[in-house]
C-alpha cells in the first residue's frame, strides 16, 4: 500500500481482555515506532523496532505491554489483561532508515476503548 | 532529554486571518523540530521539519515555519487560513530514534 495501515481501527475490550493491534508499515522501511495518545494529549512513545531487533522499548508503561516484528515486516502490539487506563489511540510509525533523522509516516491509528 | 510545549491548548481564527501556533523547545544536544497536523480520526501528517540551515522553513498548505534557537521557538505561522485548516496540530522534537510531542494546538477557523 501507499501508507501506513492499522487494524482494526476501533476495537472494544472489557477490562482484562487480551487485545492484539497491527500495523503494516511502508514497504521498504526499516524503521518501526509504536506512540500512545491518550485523549486530548500528544502521541508519547511506546517502542522502536530496526528491522525484527526492538532497539527500544522503554515507554511501554508495563510489562502487560508486548511488541513484536518477527520478519521486520508487520508488527503486532499486544496488551495483556487490558485496564480502563489503556483507552487510547495507538499509532504505529514508520521511517525508510534508522541511525539518521527521517521523516517518521503515521498510520490513522487504533481506537481502543476498554469499558 | 528532549521536551516540547505547546503554549495554546486552542487557537479560534477567523477564515483569511493570520494564525500563529507557538512551539518552544528545550534540548542540550542537536535540534531536530518538526510540525504534525491531524485531522478528526485521521493520523498525523507531516508539514514541514527542521533539520539545520535555513532557520526559515516552508512546508505543505501554506505553512512555514521559523527556528529561533535564542528563544529556542519553533513557531508555525500561516498568513491566511482556510476552514479546511481546522485540525489539531502538533509540535515535535526528534530524542534519540523517537519524537516527542507537545500536548497539540486546535485550531478552530471560523467563518
Known amino acids: 500500500g501507499a501508507g501506513v495501515s492499522q487494524s482494526p481501527r476501533y476495537k472494544v475490550a472489557k477490562r482484562g481482555q487480551d487485545v492484539a493491534l497491527r500495523c503494516d508499515p511502508i514497504s521498504g522501511h526499516v524503521s518501526l515506532f509504536w506512540y500512545q495518545q491518550a485523549l486530548g494529549q500528544g502521541p508519547e512513545f511506546l517502542t522502536y523496532f530496526q528491522n525484527e531487533a526492538q532497539l527500544d522499548k522503554s515507554g511501554l508503561p508495563s510489562d502487560r505491554f508486548f511488541a513484536e516484528r518477527p520478519e521486520g515486516s508487520v508488527s503486532t502490539l499486544k496488551i495483556q489483561r487490558t485496564q480502563q487506563e489503556d483507552s487510547a489511540v495507538y499509532l504505529c510509525?514508520?521511517?525508510?532508515?534508522?541511525?539518521?533523522?527521517?521523516?517518521?509516516?503515521f498510520g490513522p491509528g487504533t481506537r481502543l476503548l476498554v469499558l | 532529554a528532549q521536551s516540547v510545549t505547546q503554549l495554546d491548548s486552542q487557537v479560534p481564527v477567523f477564515e483569511e486571518a493570520p494564525v500563529e501556533l507557538r512551539c518552544n523547545y528545550s534540548s542540550s544536544v542537536s535540534v531536530y523540530l518538526f510540525w504534525y497536523v491531524q485531522y478528526p480520526n485521521q493520523g498525523l501528517q507531516l508539514l514541514l521539519k527542521?533539520?539545520?540551515?535555513?532557520?526559515l522553513v516552508k512546508g505543505i498548505n501554506g505553512f512555514e515555519a521559523e527556528f529561533n534557537k535564542s528563544q529556542t521557538s519553533f513557531h508555525l505561522r500561516k498568513p491566511s487560513v482556510h476552514i479546511s485548516d481546522t485540525a489539531e496540530y502538533f509540535c515535535?522534537?526528534?530524542?534519540?530514534?523517537?519524537?516527542?510531542f507537545g500536548a497539540g494546538t486546535i485550531l478552530r477557523v471560523k467563518s
Open positions: 510509525a514508520s521511517s525508510l532508515q534508522s541511525g539518521d533523522v527521517q521523516t517518521q509516516y
Open positions: 515535535a522534537g526528534f530524542d534519540g530514534n523517537k519524537l516527542v
Open positions: 527542521y533539520l539545520s540551515g535555513s532557520t
